[in-house]
Structure formats: C-alpha cells, structure tokens
C-alpha cells in the first residue's frame, strides 16, 4: 500500500526567501503525485501534478516539483515566497488508475515580513 | 462558483446523537469522496463512490455510513459520534482525470 511521508510539519520563512517543502513516497506500483495547498477554513486545492512525463512539474503561481523516481521524491519548491503563501501544504499519492488518493500530514508554511 | 459544496460549514452536535453531513456538486462527476481530516493530521479516506459502488476503506468505523442517492449528493451520517470523531470533514469528487475537487469541508464538534 502506499504512504506518504512529509518530515516538516512547520516551515517559517521569510518574505521573498526561498523554500523547499518535502515529500517523500512509498510504493511498489507507478504513481501519480500531486500537491495540494489548503488556506484557513478553505478546503484543498490542487497546486500541482505529475502523472507522466517530464519530471519537473509548475504550477502558475511559481510553485514547481520534481519527481524523483530514485529517491521517491516529490519536493515542493518556490524560489521566492510571497506572504501570499502561507498555508498549509499536502502532499498526496494514487497508484497508477487507483481512485483512491492518500495524503501525507502536511506542512505548514507561514511566511513573514 | 463553489462545484463542490458542503453544508453545514460548522455542525454542532452531542455525544451519541446521530448527524448527518451533506456534500453537493455541479459537476456530474461519476466519483465521490469523504475523508475525516483531524487536526494536523492528514486527510484520511473513509469511502468513496464509483458512481453507485460504495467503497469502505477497511478501518473506517461501522459507526460511519454513507448515502449516495443520486449523482449530485452525497451523505455522509454518523451514527453515534464520539469525541474523538470531532474534525474536519471534506466532500471531494473526480471525473476521469486525477484531479480532485474539494468542497470547504464541514467542520464537526463533539459536545
């Protein structure tokens, strides 16, 4: 079965700083990875996906992955976070045409001034 | 416009007394999900519907039900909640692509 494992449950960074959120993955099967993002009181949003492909993966507000199959990563990076971002970020996994998507705890990230 | 939507936003309810969270949507997606998200802990799968398949995850308590009546709504009812089944429950729904669409969940409180 597959877990999702994201090691920091709390990132603070500072306005404009870069940041790097982890996630790493177990499984015996291909995968699709995503990351979804969650504001307060809000419900999940999709940020970004891999399913195949190039292993390097953006989304449009400047978020980018990739996927390393060797190590089983999936790590979130942003080069230069807004006070905009601050959220809290959830990595998840579906084995190649399951319909069930497990998610890891998550990972606050709070952006100062 | 929400596609996914969740009613209540906030549910009170008392130890034992049955209740029941209700998740719509404008999609027509064939796919609905209900996980049970406990505070910072990952959202956890309880079931899901492959149009009118009804899917248990093997560790989701009998004391959770599930109603699908028709393509738009889903139910989720609890039979006799207890503290520990105070958290955030949120509606998602999939339609042949990977990507799912997540309702503003409801959260529920244990008196």
């Known amino acids: 079965a597959q877990s999702v494992t994201q090691l920091d449950s709390q990132v603070p960074v500072f306005e404009e700083a870069p940041v790097e959120l982890r996630c790493n993955y177990s499984?015996?099967?291909?995968?699709?990875l995503f990351w979804y993002v969650q504001y307060p009181n809000q419900g999940l949003q999709l940020l970004l996906k891999y399913l195949s492909g190039s292993t390097l993966v953006e989304s449009i507000n400047g978020f980018e992955a990739e996927f390393n199959k060797s190590q089983t990563s999936f790590h979130l990076r942003k080069p230069s976070v807004h006070i905009s971002d601050t959220a809290e970020y959830f990595c998840?996994?579906?084995?190649?045409?399951?319909?069930?998507?497990?998610f890891g705890k998550g990972t606050k990230l709070t952006v100062n001034p | 416009d929400a596609m996914v939507i969740q009613n209540p936003r906030y549910q009170v309810t008392q130890f034992g007394k049955p209740v029941t969270l209700s998740c719509s949507q404008t999609l027509n997606h064939n796919v609905m999900y209900w996980y049970q998200q406990k505070s910072s802990q990952a959202p956890k799968l309880l079931f899901h519907?492959?149009?009118?398949?009804?899917?248990n995850e093997a560790d989701t308590p009998d004391n959770f039900q599930s109603r699908r009546p028709n393509t738009s709504f889903c139910f989720l009812d609890i039979r006799s909640p207890g503290l520990g089944d105070a958290a955030m429950y949120l509606c998602a729904t999939r339609h042949r692509t990977e990507k799912l669409f997540f309702g503003s969940g409801t959260q529920l409180s244990v008196l």
């Open positions: 499984s015996s099967v291909s995968v699709y």
């Open positions: 998840a996994v579906s084995e190649g045409g399951s319909e069930k998507l497990v």
């Open positions: 519907y492959y149009d009118k398949d009804f899917n």
